[in-house]
């Protein structure tokens, strides 16, 4: 009886359809459908858990935690202390503390990694923590209202560290690295998708993490006047998913932007070429302007570099 109540409990609180009344009692079919259950100890488990979370999710704590009473009275042997532990987060995110909730929860994956309420756990403070991905603020001082994206990021890794290869791990990883993306903080993006590539190497998201390495060290490259490195590393990686995923290379016209890249990367040796010659520097500006002509001879640098040198 404990066993299959703690299951059900958990699988409430992470799939009830959205939207399902709190008057209805639910169930998962053999296919791993929500159908209307008949009344039973564990369906009744099963829908009162389910009001308790709509509860929270409606910003009803005292609600929350009187309805989390009757329960532990009715179901002592399966409602324990980390049922107590886990209601007392989900007080806090019924009254908005957010921050609060998120210390509550960690407090109870801390002390409760059995529980059968840890995905749960895990699953709020993911949703919290992509708000603050999302661009929620906070009010600090009582009046200063701050971007909470930095406490987001800091969540979710927790949640990784939690979950290990887990898809939760995965859908946390992959709301950080998206996050940073979305804010043009490409170095931080690409230290996360190399991240990412290590613990899943293959498969669909080891494919996404070599793409997105390639991608962001190319948006890191601000210029011909500044430094090429990025460009560079971009290029390997281009290389690489077209020599491991050549279908998905031409779709994504990879071969275009490895030409791009080999036309700025010529451009970039050109200037540096053109600056030595300004100087009087010939023997320099001789040794750049033949290595764009080496090194990248179908490319427009490469024609005038041919005539720089023609001139000698």
Known sequence: MKGLVSVLAAAIFLLLPAGSQAADTWRLDDQGQWKPASGSK???FLLRAAQIKKLADSGQPQKVRKA???LKADFPQTAGADFDSFIEAEVLLAKGKLTKAVRQ??????????SFLRDAAMEREFDIAGEYLAGRKKTILLVISVHC????VKIMEKISDRAGSADIAKRASLAVVQSYEKRRQYDEAYLKWSQIQ???PTGQLGKDALLGMARNKYATFRGPEYDGS??????SYYENFKLRYPEDAQRIKVDEILLRINEQLAEKNLRIAKYYSRTGSELPANMYNQMVVD???NTKAAETARQEISKK
């Open 295 to 297: 090194n990248w001879p």
């Open 42 to 44: 564990e369906e009744e």
């Open 105 to 114: 929860y960690d407090k109870f994956l801390d002390e409760y990694p059995g």
């Open 149 to 152: 994206y930095d406490e987001g």
């Open 198 to 200: 290590t613990v899943w």
């Open 230 to 235: 990025g460009l560079i590393s971009a290029k």
């Open 68 to 70: 989390a009473g009757r």
